[in-house]
């Protein structure tokens, strides 16, 4: 599975952004798919995971109510709705996909796609 993040970008405080990520291949619907960021000078954080079918959802608490990741397992994309921003939610943001329930450790993920950084002004 190859994975092709894509929509971060410059926001001022409050606004929002949709963050996309594109599976290529064709069992993207047998992955659970998550979102992670490494702000800077930082280590690599749990954001937000969906399982297989969309049925699960899983968020870390300081995300909870702002952002909402979804799927569309017809055009093998996840996508990251974020709101509310905030200068904390600087980052680079990267999807990756993985085989097991494990939704938070990031080793447990086996494919990653290469980043896209978002960037919240105050």
């Known amino acids: 599975v190859q994975l092709q993040a894509s929509g971060g970008g410059l926001v001022q405080a409050g606004g929002s952004l949709r963050l996309s990520c594109a599976a290529s291949g064709r069992t993207f619907s047998s992955y659970l798919m998550g979102w992670f960021r490494q702000p800077p000078g930082k280590e690599r954080e749990f954001v937000a995971a969906?399982?297989?079918?969309?049925?699960?959802?899983y968020y870390k608490d300081s995300v909870k109510g702002r952002f909402t990741i979804s799927r569309d397992n017809a055009k093998n994309t996840v996508y990251l709705q974020m709101d509310s921003l905030k200068p904390e939610d600087t980052a680079v943001y990267y999807c990756a996909a993985n085989r097991d329930h494990i939704y938070y450790d990031p080793t447990a993920y086996d494919y990653w796609g290469q980043g896209t950084l978002v960037t919240v002004s105050s």
């Open positions: 969906i399982s297989w079918r969309g049925y699960s959802t």
